[in-house]
């Protein structure tokens, strides 16, 4: 695994439709509900969960591929099924710390949501099934929420010198989250920002 793998080469990988993989990947990240405690409304569902275990809420492979004078990062995620606390199983998601950095996200598999929101307030959230193709603005957050009851795969392509930024997100979460009810999603403001 060596993420700083340099050729001027085209390069391929193979994705696979049915399991959402692709090979070769230069990164593999987990992301635990342990990882993502904080960004759960109900933090006594996020306590119970941890209390009897921790449990997969999605994965990525990533391929940054970089030349001798430009990179284009590859990323597959992929979003088990489920809710904590009846919010949907979501991506942390963050903002770009360019805010001339856009990026793409592809969904390939599973229904939900790509949540975005700005520093200024603008919220949205678009619709997403297999082929939605979204072009998300370097200044828009980003998040993805599976509401369905597959997993969700997505893959995003972006620059890497976009840059994550996590802390805004952390501390404020996005303007609604996405919950269950009876089997439905239904969007209820931030209960955090009211
Ligand atoms: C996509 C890209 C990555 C991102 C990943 C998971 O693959 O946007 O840059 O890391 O989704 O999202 P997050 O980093 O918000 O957990
Ligand atoms: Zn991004």
Known sequence: MEPTHISDLP???LFDFASGAF???LQYTQRKVSDLHEMFADQ???????KNGDRLVYDIRYHPFRTSNSDM??????IQPGTIGGEYHMTKGHYHERE?????????HGTGYLLMETRDGQFQAAPWKPGAITHIPGMWAHRVVNTGSDELFFVASYHLAAGHIYAPVV???FAQ???EQNGQPVFLPNPRRV
Not at 44 to 50: D, H, P, S, T
Not at 73 to 78: A, D, E, F, P, Y
Not at 100 to 108: R, S
Request: hydrophobic share 45%; proline share 6%; glycine share 6%.
């Open 171 to 173: 501390e404020r979460g």
């Open 11 to 13: 390069t391929s990988v």
């Open 177 to 179: 989250i996405v919950v």
């Open 44 to 50: 006594q569902a996020v306590a119970e969960i941890l």
């Open 23 to 25: 090979e070769p990947f």
């Open 100 to 108: 001339d950095q856009p990026e793409i996200y592809f969904c390939v």
């Open 73 to 78: 990062s590859l990323g597959v995620t992929r």
